[in-house]
């Protein structure tokens, strides 16, 4: 008979270098939310190797993509991911 949690648990088992692979394609947004799953898709949201660079772009107006993405998540990404920055770039793409 199937059953819903070992589907959750069969995502929770895969492999942090396989995560964080996951991870590096994700939006911020995106991968704020996967690291909510749980517990390991978390430890992947926060292993250094991901926020070595970090790039913040706006595709869309940036009063619109402001909204969607809370400033408070880009602050805690820096407090707590600063150490391991070592390239930060903004773009703004023009409509």
């Known amino acids: 008979m199937f059953d819903p949690g070992d589907l959750l648990s069969n995502w929770a088992r895969l492999p942090q270098e396989i995560l964080l692979h996951i991870f590096q394609y ?9 690291s909510l799953v749980c517990r ?3 430890q992947a949201f926060h292993m250094p190797e991901l926020w070595r660079c970090f790039e913040f772009e ?11 993405t809370h400033p408070d998540l880009i602050k805690q990404i820096i407090k707590r991911h600063s150490n391991h920055l070592q390239y930060v770039s903004f ?5």
């Open 91 to 95: 773009k703004v793409r023009g409509l």
């Open 58 to 68: 706006l595709n869309q107006p940036a009063s619109s993509y402001l909204k969607a």
């Open 26 to 34: 994700l939006p911020l947004l995106d991968r704020a939310f996967a």
């Open 40 to 42: 390991s898709w978390n």
